[in-house]
């Protein structure tokens, strides 16, 4: 069975998403999202009549969404696989690119939002953030970690490889994201029971 092929509206997020993993948010107008994604200005303001904010949103979301699709799917089989496959998405971005893309929920987060008011697309990556912190920390809990110590590590997972995914493009190198492997795997393996 073929993949269905994505809706305009579906190409122009994911152009967002990739634009912004590589560029970050303030560095990108709308007009290079749409030319990313092939298409027309006017339609991209046709789906997202609100602008930039509106399809940066979308856009977090929609890696959010990415992300934990894989998550359910790999931690089913406990939370060391999460982990690796995790690991795994931010490991082909990074050099699928070259080194020249990374997560874009990580880079709306960062950026000074405009104005005195939090963007819909910083709340949105808040929310990304929560919901990967979830599905791991419920993993280790049904893999015997204790409730508190399932959302700390679950919280320094997603820091950690949030992170380690910048020093990778800083540094051209893979090297931080198979430290960071080795050791979170380390800590998963010392708090589950299982």
Not at 1 to 27: C, F, H, Q
Not at 61 to 87: D, H, I, K, N, S
Request: charge should be neutral; glycine fraction near 6%; proline fraction near 6%.
């Amino acid at each position: 069975m073929s993949k269905p092929t994505p809706t305009p509206r579906e190409r122009i997020v994911a152009g967002a998403a990739d634009m912004i993993s590589r560029r970050g948010l303030n560095a990108t107008s709308i007009r290079e999202m749409a030319k990313h994604a092939r298409a027309p200005l006017g339609s991209t303001y046709h789906y997202f009549p609100e602008g930039k904010q509106q399809l940066a949103t979308e856009a977090v979301r929609y890696t959010g969404e990415w992300v934990a699709r894989v998550l359910r799917r790999e931690l089913e089989a406990g939370p060391v696989a999460g982990l690796r496959a995790f690991l795994g998405l931010w490991r082909k971005i990074v050099v699928d690119s070259d080194f020249r893309a990374g997560c874009p929920v990580l880079a709306v987060s960062i950026e000074e939002p405009p104005g005195d008011e939090t963007p819909e697309a910083l709340l949105a990556a808040a929310d990304v953030f929560t919901t990967w912190e979830s599905l791991l920390a419920d993993s280790l809990r049904a893999h015997g970690a204790e409730p508190e110590q399932a959302a700390q590590l679950a919280t320094l997972s997603v820091a950690a490889v949030e992170g380690t995914v910048a020093m990778c493009r800083a540094k051209r190198s893979i090297q931080p994201l198979d430290h960071t492997a080795e050791q979170l795997r380390t800590l998963i393996l010392a708090t589950i029971k299982d």
